[in-house]
Structure formats: structure tokens, C-alpha cells
């Protein structure tokens, strides 16, 4: 059974600061890792990582994925209070129409 | 470009009744289409997912079924509620397998 780790489960940090969020992930048939950015309703997508050592970059955030060590970091610099919301990882694996496994989420509060 | 709606976005209902829970696509052709509940406490779990019409494929076994009467709707049913099927459900659809899928705003049931 597929299994995706995320940690810590709560951050809290001041505006200005940078964070890193963790996933770790045990999969069969591995396809590609996401992150979602949940505030109050939909996750909304981020990042599909599919390739060890590449980092996808997006403004402040960006992300990489180890799949020999299985886990993907998010690195958030010069947070904003906006970026206050629980962040999400998901493993994609082979299964039927590749269904997300998703983590517990990360909820980082960004204090002004 | 695309877009996904869910209706109702809170419900609160008694044990023991009916549930009708929709949500449609627009935008786009024989999305692949996803049925996630999110309890508190836990991640999102998948429940339910299709690839075409009238095909549908359950992840847990459970209270609950889907149906997918047409190309771009998906519906999730229980004839009797219970306690445990109180929640945050989420629709979401994807393209392809493999990419990224992406959320309606969800709904929130809350069981009597």
C-alpha cells in the first residue's frame, strides 16, 4: 500500500522567512509527485515532479524530488501571509487512473 | 479553459437519508473524474474515480456509490447516510492518467 509522509504537520514562521516543507513517500510503480496549495476549498496545483534532481520553480516556491531517497522537498522564500494555507503532497502511482495518494498536509501559518 | 463545479457546498443532513452530491466539468472531453474525502484529521482519500461514461471504479468499500451519466458529470449517491459519512468531498478531473488533476471547490456534509 502506498504510503506519502509529510512533515512537519504544523509551521508557523514570521513573514520574511523562508521554509522548507518535507514529503517522503513508499510507492509501488512510481509515476510523479505533486504538491497542492489548500487554503479554504479546493487544493489548488502546484508542482507534478516526475525526474529525480530537476528543480520546478515558480516564483517564491519551488521543488525538487529525490527518487533514490524517496522524498520531495517545498521551499517557499520571503513568505507572504497569502502563502498561510496547508500544503499538500501526492504520490502518483500505476494504479487504476492513477489516483492520488495523498499526505496529511502541512499547515504553515505565516505570522506578519 | 476548463472549469469544475460542485453543488451543494455545505449540506447537512440526518443519519439515514439520501445524499446526491454533483459535479460537472466544463472545457474539456472524457476527463478522467475523481471522488476524494477529506475527514478531519486525515488526508484525502480517494473514493471513487472514472474513466468514461457509465465506468466506474471504487477505491474502499464503503456507504457510498458514483455514477457517471454523462461525459462530463459525476454524481455521488448513498441511499442511507451515517455518521461516518460526515466530511469534505472533493471532485476532481485530470486529462490523461498521469497529469495533474484538479479540484472543484468540495462540499461539506455534516451528518445529524
Known amino acids: 500500500e502506498d504510503k506519502v509522509v509529510q512533515s512537519p504537520l504544523s509551521l508557523v514562521v514570521h513573514e520574511g522567512d523562508t521554509v522548507t516543507l518535507n514529503c517522503s513517500y513508499e510507492?509501488?510503480?512510481?509515476?510523479?509527485l505533486l504538491w497542492y496549495k489548500q487554503e479554504k476549498k479546493a487544493p489548488t496545483f502546484l508542482f507534478m515532479l516526475?525526474?529525480?534532481?530537476i528543480e520546478k520553480k515558480s516564483g517564491r516556491l519551488s521543488s525538487i524530488l529525490d527518487k533514490k531517497e524517496l522524498f520531495s522537498i517545498l521551499n517557499i522564500t520571503a513568505t507572504q501571509t497569502g502563502d498561510s494555507a496547508i500544503y499538500l503532497c501526492?504520490?502518483?502511482?500505476?494504479?487504476?487512473?492513477?489516483?492520488?495518494?495523498f499526505g496529511k498536509g502541512t499547515h504553515l501559518i505565516i505570522q506578519p | 479553459s476548463q472549469t469544475i463545479h460542485q453543488w451543494p457546498a455545505t449540506l447537512v443532513q440526518p443519519v439515514g437519508s439520501p445524499l446526491s452530491l454533483e459535479c460537472t466539468v466544463e472545457?474539456?472531453?472524457?476527463?478522467?473524474l475523481y471522488w476524494y474525502r477529506q475527514a478531519a484529521g486525515r488526508g484525502l482519500q480517494l473514493l471513487f474515480y472514472?474513466?468514461?461514461?457509465?465506468?466506474i471504479s471504487s477505491e474502499v468499500p464503503q456507504n457510498l456509490s458514483a455514477s457517471r451519466p454523462q461525459d462530463r458529470q459525476f454524481i455521488l449517491s448513498s441511499k442511507k447516510l451515517l455518521l461516518s459519512d460526515s466530511g469534505f468531498y472533493l471532485c476532481?478531473?485530470?486529462?490523461?492518467?498521469?497529469?495533474?488533476?484538479?479540484f472543484g471547490d468540495g462540499t461539506r456534509l455534516s451528518i445529524l
Open positions: 476532481a478531473w485530470s486529462e490523461l492518467n498521469s497529469q495533474p488533476q484538479h
Open positions: 510507492v509501488t510503480n512510481f509515476r510523479s
Open positions: 516526475t525526474s529525480s534532481g
Open positions: 501526492a504520490d502518483h502511482s500505476g494504479g487504476g487512473a492513477d489516483g492520488l495518494t
Open positions: 472545457g474539456t472531453s472524457n476527463p478522467n
Open positions: 472514472s474513466v468514461g461514461i457509465g465506468q
